[in-house]
């Protein structure tokens, strides 16, 4: 997955690759650095507030607009706001 690729090659930009996990169970259990959240996953439910985040990123300079139907165009792309705090987590118990 493209977005998954992409978070790595932040994490390993930052300096973060060696704390990588090198087996699926801590990946799953985001044994890693950071965290990637994008709208429409429980994290960010709100699909309206990616109207918000293109607009703060004036994403139709690069031609990436999202339709009244929540879609985005072109197709297949994806947005996402990526946070590297050593504690961020997805959910916590």
Known sequence: ???EWTH?????ELDFAAEDPDNI????AQRYHG???S???PACPNMQDQFKLLDLLDAKRVNLVMDES???YPEQSTTALIVHHAITKYFSA
Not at 8 to 12: A, D
Not at 25 to 28: K, V
């Open 39 to 41: 709208f429409g996953y």
């Open 35 to 37: 965290s990637r959240y």
């Open 25 to 28: 169970r801590d990946i799953l």
């Open 70 to 72: 929540e879609q985005l």
């Open 1 to 3: 997955m493209i977005t």
């Open 8 to 12: 790595t090659r932040i994490r390993s």
